[in-house]
């Protein structure tokens, strides 16, 4: 058995892993690499193997770092089953339109404006290369096995990181891998914990946060606290978010603050086209979060809702006291790059990051104390507050993580720590091997490993 490494090796994006085993190619994930400008030049380099080779992939979820390079890989030849849970179809759709809807307006935009250094830029794939992905999905059931062949089986179980999220276990030539995808939180607001894996004779665990505790605060309070802060002063808060998920929480907590009167009387909008799709996808994906039908309703009469961009350039030139959640959540493309275009240099705006933002992206540059960012070919003086809410992060912390892995038994017989920058998940793995003395590696982009 042969298992490369072909993303999500040393990074958090791009996620993708091959598992060759009785002439049968299994890709898991085939995600988009994002972040600066060396990972995102992979996206448009071939994989080391002919993508019509690969018999099926894997998914453990929709998002864009897990799902975004399908298009590319059907483009180039893959004709074979991607199998995934119902709302993981549904957020992978969702998320590769959206991509490529912002990579053909950036194109056009980099066209139009010159700005591009290439002669004519081009987008990575388009809205009907998405479009070409979707037969190919296959919708299985959490636990239930799928055979892959006379002797490979999988089965999912809830990965409690996004609505259906799942880890992936193979069992094939008298072995079980298993691939964590993306751990949720124990605690999370709308999504039930992560389902530990009781067997395991090779893990795949990602280790995005694995040298960090999530503070344990109380979430409403920092809202709450930073938005009567900005309102005050006579400033817009605006909230990069990830559409799935994260959106839907912050619109949540922020129902609830309301409920409870504690947010001033201000507009409180939700301008992410693909956030409101989702809200259909939560309505229909009951088993997978918490919230009842009564609150899912009265939450969503509580918020503007931005549909198309008249909506959005209004909003904008409105010049009173606002709470806005637009995407991207690491302000790499999107709505919120219009906000921040005319936010980002008054001093009375707060921003409000709430997820993982990866190096190399804007998100990551404004949390680091950058005093300028470019948008769209300009530069931005940031005069804006830059403010941090660790706690909601979608991704599990060092304890989440350890807890995952400890009701393995018997003792793994390796560890690889993947989807993580070097020093987390260096970090993640002494911590493993002083806990529960399991063998630990962290691969390279690109290593093969036989088993």
């Known amino acids: 058995m042969k298992i490369k490494f072909l993303g999500g090796a040393g ?5 993708k892993t091959l598992v060759e085993s ?7 994930d085939c995600g988009q690499f994002q972040g600066i400008k060396p990972l995102r030049e992979l996206n448009w380099e071939p994989l080391p193997i002919l993508p019509s080779s690969i018999d099926c992939v894997l998914l ?19 004709s074979g089953k991607i199998y995934c849970t119902s709302p993981t179809a549904a957020i992978a759709k969702l998320i590769m339109i959206d991509s490529a809807k912002i990579q053909e307006e950036e194109a056009k935009l980099a066209n139009t404006g010159h700005y591009s250094r290439h002669q004519v830029a081009e987008p990575l794939y388009t809205v009907k290369d998405a479009e070409a992905v979707f037969p190919l999905f296959r919708i299985i059931k959490i636990n239930d096995r799928i055979a892959l062949d006379a002797e490979i089986s999988a089965h999912y179980s809830n990965a409690g990181h996004i609505l259906g999220a799942c880890t992936i276990s193979l069992e094939l030539e008298g072995k079980t891998l298993v691939f964590s995808g ?24 990602e280790s995005t946060y694995g040298n960090r505790i999530h503070p344990d605060t109380d979430v409403k309070l920092e809202l709450e606290s930073y938005i009567i802060n900005a309102v005050e002063k006579g400033g817009t808060v605006i909230i990069p978010s990830f559409a799935v998920e994260r959106a839907q929480t912050i619109m949540y907590l922020l129902w609830q603050l309301k409920k409870e009167d504690r947010l001033p009387d201000v507009p409180l909008v939700i301008d992410t086209p693909m956030g409101i799709s989702m809200l259909q996808v939560f309505e229909n994906s009951k088993s997978w979060h918490k919230m009842d039908e009564s609150d899912y309703v009265a939450m969503c009469k509580m918020f503007t809702i931005n549909s198309d961009y008249e909506e959005t350039i209004a909003t904008i030139f409105n010049e009173q006291p606002k709470v806005i959640i637009a995407a991207s959540g690491m302000i790499t493309g999107g709505r919120v790059l219009s906000y921040l275009e005319r936010y980002i240099e008054l001093p009375q705006t707060t921003v409000i990051m709430i997820g ?3 190096e190399g992206t804007r998100g990551r540059k404004l949390l680091d104390g950058a005093t300028e960012i470019k948008i769209r070919g300009k530069y931005y003086a940031v005069a804006a507050k830059i403010l941090e809410i660790q706690s909601l992060s979608a991704h599990g912390d060092q304890n989440d993580l350890l807890n995952w892995l400890k009701e393995l038994q018997p003792k793994p017989t390796k560890v690889f720590l993947v989807h993580g920058e070097n020093q987390p998940a260096d970090e ?6 002083e806990k529960f003395g399991f063998d630990c590696m962290i691969p390279l982009m690109g290593q093969e490993i036989e088993i």
Do not use: E, M
């Open 182 to 205: 993306d751990i949720g939180r124990d605690d999370d607001v709308l999504l039930y914990p992560p389902t530990k894996p009781r067997k395991g004779d090779y893990i795949f665990l």
């Open 428 to 433: 993640l793995r002494i911590k493993i091997q």
């Open 11 to 15: 990074t958090v994006t791009g996620s």
């Open 22 to 28: 009785n002439g049968l190619r299994i890709l898991i």
């Open 60 to 78: 453990t979820h929709g998002h864009l770092d897990h799902c975004g390079w399908l298009p590319r890989l059907v483009k180039q030849g893959f």
């Open 356 to 358: 993982y933002q990866a």
